[in-house]
């Protein structure tokens, strides 16, 4: 059996360790001759690699593990590249999301004014560092999940068009189908799902039972109005996140057609949302001062013992084992299938064939088959159409290094829509964006 050799770009992302305990426990699925973690930031990456080195010491000792911020070093000969870099870090996600805020508009991670500023300090830094990966393993799968998903999808589209290894994939659709699994109590595997969209935008219209053929979304409907949503995770959840999933529910009562990803809550009620967030506390704080801490924490805990201890378990997150299952389905040419972003191409027949959209696909060794949708309903080819052409002119202003192509993105986007606020919101955004943004004229 071949063994795999792994590089992930971003070894010092929060995620990291995650995968590290996944690559253990699925080690006989995925079998992986090296593994690599490559960061830009030593200091970051340095006690995950530590863990790591306890960690596949005492349970995966043959795998030839190292860290590194040599792109010679980490990139060479490799077969499978996971890539979650965060341009500009936690403390630029803090200023997209509290700068947003401040001026009167959402700010979030990856959605309105707060997405577009990531979106083009990643257009930035992932095709640096796609270009820098090509020439040590041109044949390389690179499996992208830093965000903004749909912003770099459309931007890797454009610079890479005859890269048909370069993958874009989002949790979120699988982790909704988790939790769907909790609500009705099957294994979330026995679920087949039909889904359209962009990334973080968009909506499940089946879900099938994979051993009946029975759609099971009236039932799920059902549950939901009687019981709300939950992540399948709750009890590791933020309150934050447990309000995201249950607001499903509302989305739900006004638009029953299709069961809603959680970020078409903030599409559809940018009012409410924008009441609910605080400007001066947002989830990157959140994040900095929970995940970020107890991540480091529990590598430093077990770098200080020297070994993992009697309490140490490789339970993976969901995260991490969707992306490796993804990595296994391309290896052994499984056609398994998985939501992911492609190239429309018809799939939404009447949308724009060169859209990045999200839909499920069968993933195997030539890499996404699209499984069509047809015609979607009015309302939501309004809504996507509107988001997909922020997406592009957004591309478009990295491209020419265009104010007014990034002053139109803004505008069109639904969460800024105003053309004064945008400007305002952009002029911000460039100013504390300096070095990491182009240059807008
Ligand atoms: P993080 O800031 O903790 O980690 C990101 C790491 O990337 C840092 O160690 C940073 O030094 C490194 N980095 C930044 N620029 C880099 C570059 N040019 N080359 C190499 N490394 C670089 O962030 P996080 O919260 O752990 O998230 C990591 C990424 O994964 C983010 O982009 C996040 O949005 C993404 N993510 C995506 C999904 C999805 O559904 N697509 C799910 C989870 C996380
Ligand atoms: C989900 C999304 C990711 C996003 C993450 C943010 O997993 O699919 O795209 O990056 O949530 O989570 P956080 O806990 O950092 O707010
Ligand atoms: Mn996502």
Redesign the pocket.
Known sequence: MKKYNVCI????????PGFLKSFVRLQNEFPMEKLVL????AE??QPIGEFGKILFSERFPELDFSYTTDPAEAYKDMDFIFM???????PM?REDEHISLHLGRIGQ??CGAGGMA?GLR?CV??I??IHQIRQYSPNAWILN?????AIVAEALRREFPDDNRIL?????PENIMRSVSRLLNVSWEDLDPVYFGL?HYGWFTHVYDRKTGEDLLPEIKKIIKEKGFLPQDAEQRDQSWLDTYGFVQTMMEDFPDFLPNTYDGYYLYPDYKFSHLNPDYTRADE?IDG??KR?FAECREVIARGELGDRFDTISDA?AEMMIKVAEAIAYNKNTRFIVIVKNEGAIANMQDDAMVELVCELGINGPRRMAVGNIPQFYLGLLVQQVSSEKLLVDAYYEHSYQKALEAFTLNRLINDAKKAREILDAMIEVNKGMWPELK
């Open positions: 770009v971003g070894g010092g992302s929060t995620y990291t490559f960061d830009i930031d970051r990456q979650q870099m965060r341009a500009g870090g936690l996600r991670e990856t990531y990643s830094d992932m640096e560092s999940y830093s965000n903004p998903a874009n994939i989002c949790d979120q990334n994040v995940r970020e991540v995260h």
